[in-house]
């Protein structure tokens, strides 16, 4: 699926992050920055040692990241040249500000790559696999969050949501589907 939203295209598919063209693209990581499962370990994987070897060198300098916050990395031998990596909320039950939380991982990737110059980007589903965050409440947070700053700032060509599974895809889908519906 794609819209467009101003100068920018948003575009919904069913894929692997890892083979994304765009610029960059973000990793569910988590605080530590030293990789993991899911998303975390097929970007390491498939981009290669350099990419941890920076996440190293962010760590030393400022610590572990915060949830909610980003950093970038080299996408060594990725297609995509820059990894954004963004720590989203373990769920816990939804009263432990894991919905703002979220929306700043969304809202954080995007600005760190604005600051950087970068046009175009590709999401995977922060938080929704081993960190248990409902499905269509992330949704919903992430595509709104990407939608409101689209609209506030123009300098991306394309967002792209890379989902994993067709039935993630079809969430995303109706998610967009609700939120377009409202007032605009
Ligand atoms: P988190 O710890 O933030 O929950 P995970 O990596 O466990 O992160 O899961 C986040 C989402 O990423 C899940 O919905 C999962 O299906 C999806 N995912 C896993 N591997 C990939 C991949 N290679 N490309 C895109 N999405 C992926």
């Known amino acids: 699926m794609e819209v467009r939203l101003g100068s920018t295209l948003l575009r919904l598919m069913v894929g692997d992050i890892t083979q994304q063209d765009t610029e960059a693209i973000v990793n569910a990581a988590n605080s530590s ?6 998303v975390d370990g097929a970007i390491h994987r498939a981009g290669g040692p350099q990419i941890l070897e920076e996440c190293k060198q962010i760590v030393a300098r400022i610590g572990s990241l915060p949830t909610g916050q980003a950093v970038m990395t080299t996408g060594g031998k990725l297609k995509a040249r820059f990894v954004i990596h963004t720590v989203g909320p373990v769920w816990s039950g939804g009263n ?12 954080n990737s995007l600005s760190l790559a604005g600051d950087k110059g970068i046009r175009s980007i590709s999401f995977p589903s922060i938080s929704t696999g081993a960190y248990r965050f409902p499905m269509e409440r ?14 506030e700032h123009h300098f991306f060509e394309e967002v792209r949501f890379v989902l994993f599974r067709e039935d993630d895809y079809r969430v995303y889908r109706e998610a967009w589907e609700k939120i377009s519906g409202e007032t605009n």
């Open 138 to 151: 992330a949704a919903l947070i992430a595509l709104t969050t990407v939608r409101d700053f689209i609209r």
């Open 96 to 107: 432990r500000g894991e919905d703002e939380l979220l929306r700043n991982a969304y809202y």
């Open 33 to 38: 920055l030293m990789g993991g499962g899911g």
